[in-house]
Nanobody, 112 residues
């Protein structure tokens, strides 16, 4: 069965950068849509970015111009490059597939 494993989270100062990775098991990665979501403590989960199997992307307004989602179909991996990080970006970040499978999450903490 398909499983997703996130990595790359950590603590960074405001203005810094991190790159999150999501490794996907299975052989159907190239034909499914992928997304990154995040949840801060006590808040509702928010869609951060999405990428289709064809490479079309979507970003929530708060991260436009700072975050970039990409995918490497040969490695079955989706990435989220996060630049100019702000304290309000602090959250648990989840990778998800359009088939309804979620990863365990990776913590991103941005200090001021």
């Amino acid at each position: 069965q398909v499983q997703l494993v996130e990595s790359g989270g950590g603590t960074v100062q405001a203005g810094g950068s991190l790159r999150l990775s999501c490794a996907v098991s299975g052989r159907i990665f190239s034909i499914i849509n992928m997304a990154w979501h995040r949840r801060a403590p006590g808040t509702q989960r928010e869609l951060v970015a999405r990428i289709s199997s064809g490479g079309s992307t979507y970003y929530t307004d708060s991260v436009k111009g700072r975050f970039t989602i990409s995918r490497d179909n040969a490695k079955n991996t989706v990435y989220l490059q996060m630049n100019s990080l702000k304290p309000e970006d602090t959250a648990l970040y989840y990778c998800a597939s359009s088939s309804g499978v979620w990863g365990q999450g990776t913590q991103v903490t941005v200090s001021s």
